[in-house]
């Protein structure tokens, strides 16, 4: 007697169109993309500058794993994330800032709410594509410290 399964999560029953595409990430084993062989970072770290909330935010290469993001200015800055594929990691750490002012993740879909708020330099977040939505795998999420979901 054959049985039959069906996939649920906390979104319901059954996987979406997205959550069905096939995954091809290729790393060396025991090698993340930002590193190489010998451990040094390699130039597979992206390292950007985010932009002034007035204007339109930068787009976070989906290409890399690893974004380096400096804030600078007299207002805050943000960046966005477009969608992913399906298992995709993508680990943001706001490296450096340059004046008082907040840095703001928007990722386009995000399970958590609309965006991700810090006002501290070497915090990092990482996230996971769902197929979906971007969803938070690693990093202190509190209403009041690290990165603010909002």
Sequence with gaps: MAIKQTFTSAYGTGLTDKQKQAVNFRLDPGISDSQNAGGSVSDDIESVAATPIAAAPLQLSLKTTTSLVTSAGVTDTHVALGDG??????????????????????????????????DQAKRSVTLMYDGDNWQVIAGEITGTAEFVIG
């Design 85 to 118: 594929v399906l298992g995709q990691v993508k680990r943001i750490i706001h490296f450096n800032k340059v004046g008082s002012k907040n840095l703001q993740i928007k990722p386009n879909n995000f399970a958590a709410g609309s965006k991700l708020t810090s």
